[in-house]
């Protein structure tokens, strides 16, 4: 059971590269030598008296540890085609949003598709990310599935906890019984966590559970208070600053931390690249080139029990990266068990073909389409506050807020106080009533979009400045069974994501295009965001604080209940 990795060939000719400068993992350094290897190193020559001048630099291929493959909208195989010639060779995947909209059977046959990375799994651990009181979506993941999916060799960790109060509750739940499950299918393997703005007693408490990383946005002072506690920081992009690195410079902390991506959007990835992209900005901020590459290749092997990769030594795979230019990382090859993948003028020498897929997971999204009359905008008349979402324009968190209003009855003019209307249709075949919000400093100019790719669940997110245009965009991603639909009085452009309405079947630099489209709408429309996309998907994410929203309406992230707009 599991993905077949591609097998060490005993017959393939051993090669040798000559006049190099070879990473040393043991004293972070570079040694002048020469490297004999077939699909494994078999021999390194070093020579500790190195003469001057140039030369190309190997390093160990990349390993991303902490990763969503369905954040850049795309299958296994096409995400490897494209990560290859940015030098990552390895990739632990919590593939939870595939789970959400899938269940277990569903997982599987996405994590079964080929690629020429090697694709290692984290179990999705939180399916849905809250409770199915809180949120809908295909089926939950509990200790029965997560047995299940121990028995695959490829499922290396437990992927993110994310449900903070499961943690801390002392009931028995569905978190604590898949932790307990994991730590009796696979001892000793890691869990990894998910604990934003979590401190003091309750982080001590959440680390005791077994889950001890985090891979969420950091700053100098939680980067001392997690390490001393004991946790392993998987640093991601937007946590790269010069305070974070200056912390992260200190040589103790070398095996404490990693670098990883979480999170790349398609049009990100084929203009910025992948890990690479991290490394670049912390190489820039003034970490030393030979620390990042440590935190990028040795240290992600070693917390993933990943011991045959992730530097070069006799007997470890052959995957490594020749680079012409260390200060940045520039990439001159790729070689993955040996075989070279990748060559800067020649592009991506080998690559792998998506195969057919299965009828249903092409036609997934199960609602009838929509009528205004099912957004219920009506309210008593008189003078009142209700609560609304705003958003952290930097961030991913939001925040509770109140619109003082002066109403006469009937629908509710939300427009003339700056709002704009958001709701989460639900798309599992229930045909759940629409639970509508507001919104502050969201479309500023008339539209909606409504998109089926929304954190975690995947339900239908719509944005919109009317109900008539939430509808029109509604509409149309039901019709087209899956996508991004962006919807102005005159015009409409569609983005489809037809597996599964997170997932789409064309390649990288075709669906880097479409998702750019999606951005300048975005932006257009006055939705400011660090990562606008993002931003968006997530405002239906009832774990990442504060007010989000789900199908079953407004969410208090912390206390895990549903909030009424109308009566706060």
Known sequence: MGRSFQPIDEQVTVNK?????????????????????????????????APGGGGLYLIPGFIDIHMHIESSMTTPTEFSNAVLPHGTTTIVADCHEVANVFGVEGLCDYMDLPSLVDVFYAIPSSVPSTSMELETNFGPIDAEQVKALCKRKDVIALGEIMNA???????DNRTKRIIDTFKDQKPGFPIEGHCPRITGEMLSRFIASGVDSDHTQQTAASIREKISAGMFLEIQRKSVSKEVIDALKAPELAGRFCFCTDDVLPDMLAKEGHLDAVLSDALRLGMRPEQVIYAATYSPSRRMNLLDRGQIAPGRRADFVLLDDLETLRIRSVYKNGSLVYEQGSGLLARTKLPALKKEYLHSIHRMPLTAEQFDLSLESGERDITVIEREESTTFTRFAKQHIHHGGGGFSFRQYGLSLIAVVERYGHEAP?????????????????SSWAHDSHNLLVLATSVELAVRAVNRVIAEQGGIALVDETEETFIPLPYGGIISIEPIAVLSGQIQQVRTWLVDHGYQAREEIMNFAVLSLPVSPELKISDKGLVDVRKQQLVDWKNQ
């Open 17 to 49: 590269l000559e006049n190099l400068w070879i990473y040393n993992s043991a004293y972070q350094c570079f040694d002048w030598g020469s490297i004999t290897f077939g699909p494994t190193i078999e021999h390194v020559q070093r020579d500790y008296e």
């Open 165 to 171: 109060n499961d943690l801390f509750s002392e009931s």
């Open 434 to 450: 629409i639970i509508s919000a507001f919104m502050k400093n969201g479309l500023t100019k008339e539209g909606a979009i409504c």
